[in-house]
Nanobody
Framework: QVQLVESGGGLVQAGGSLRLSCAAS????????VGWFRQAPGKEYEFVAA???????YYADSVKGRFSISRDNAKNTVYLQMNRLKPEDTAVYHC??????????????????WGQGTQVTVSS
């Protein structure tokens, strides 16, 4: 199985940028579909972006054009580059992995492996 550790969160002003990292160990991350989800206080997990094992990427409408997901096979890490951040992007961001989500890449319930999360706070 694969273990995931997120990093890169922090406090940033609106309009700023952050890059989150999801470092994998135990298995090669290129064999997995990896998704980023976020959870604000009192809310459900919200899909942010995903990269299938094929390399195909998907984004939530709310982040399309601002966020970018990528994978570095040599570093066994998946990244989420977040630009033009807004206060509504504030949440705990988690990465998750599954051998193959199929077409349900947007559903938290299909992912078997999760990291502990990293806090992102965007001030106005």
């Amino acid at each position: 199985q694969v273990q995931l550790v997120e990093s890169g969160g922090g406090l940033v002003q609106a309009g700023g940028s952050l890059r989150l990292s999801c470092a994998a160990s135990g298995r090669a991350v290129r064999s997995y579909s990896v998704g980023w989800f976020r959870q604000a206080p009192g809310k459900e997990y919200e899909f942010v972006a995903a990269i299938r094992w094929t390399g195909v990427t998907y984004y939530a409408d709310s982040v399309k054009g601002r966020f970018s997901i990528s994978r570095d096979n040599a570093k066994n890490t998946v990244y989420l580059q977040m630009n033009r951040l807004k206060p509504e992007d504030t949440a705990v961001y988690h990465c998750a992995a599954d051998l193959d989500t199929g077409s349900r890449y947007y559903s938290a319930s299909v992912y078997d492996y999760w990291g502990q999360g990293t806090q992102v706070t965007v001030s106005s």
